[in-house]
Each structure stands twice: as structure tokens, then as C-alpha cells.
Nanobody, 124 residues
């Protein structure tokens, strides 16, 4: 039973933009904080950005703070990640996750539901 599904990845040139989307079942999405993580080849999974249930509070990794924006549409059970000014080092599989709390956190261990990931590749 698929509960979290990412989309929107692809190949883009450095300096370009992408918009990732994540759809979750209502049971997973309602009242839950959502986040994006990423994992590059040979590296550990790392936090990208998170948003609380209301959408009023977000937190982002310093490496993406000025370039990526997380947002959510609670009516659509969806969360998005806008990626601007992409760099080759942003190349990774991007994962959407939900946690059983309305408060956003940056540690992946606190997230209970995960998608399969979507590949983002940035060419130089």
C-alpha cells in the first residue's frame, strides 16, 4: 500500500530549477509534519527541509536555505520543494517523509513514513 509518493525529479543544468512534489494519503498527511531528505551516491542521507502541519514554520539545511523552498497544500495532501540555483552537488535521490507529530524536525529518525524517492541530477 503506497502512502507517500514523490514526483518531479529529472536532469537539469547547473543554475536551473526543479519543483518536487510529494503526495501522501490523508491518514499520513493530516496533522503530520513533512520533510525532504536527500542521499547522494556513497553518502549518508541528509536533511534538506521540513514544514510543520500548519505550514507556518519551516526549517532548512544551511546548504540549501537560500535556494530551496518547502511548502504544503493541506487541501491537496501535498508538499512541494522548489529547487532553484541548482548545483552539481545537489545531485541525489530526494525523499519525502512524514512524522507522527505536527512539529517539524531535521533528524530522519523521527520520521515514520517514507516515499521511494525521486532522482535529481544536476549537470555542470
Amino acid at each position: 500500500q503506497v502512502q507517500v509518493v514523490e514526483s518531479g525529479g529529472g536532469l537539469v543544468q547547473a543554475g536551473g530549477s526543479l519543483r518536487l512534489s510529494c503526495a501522501a494519503s490523508e491518514r499520513i498527511f493530516s496533522g503530520h509534519a513533512m520533510a525532504w531528505f536527500r542521499q547522494a551516491p556513497g553518502k549518508a542521507r541528509e536533511f534538506v527541509a521540513a514544514i510543520d502541519w500548519s505550514g507556518g514554520s519551516t526549517v532548512s539545511a544551511n546548504s540549501v536555505k537560500a535556494r530551496f523552498t518547502i511548502s504544503r497544500d493541506n487541501a491537496a495532501n501535498a508538499v512541494s520543494l522548489q529547487l532553484n540555483s541548482l548545483k552539481p552537488e545537489d545531485t541525489a535521490v530526494y525523499y519525502c517523509a512524514a512524522r507522527d507529530s505536527s512539529y517539524a524536525r531535521a533528524d530522519d529518525g523521527s520520521y515514520n513514513y517514507w516515499g521511494q524517492g525521486t532522482q535529481v541530477t544536476v549537470s555542470s
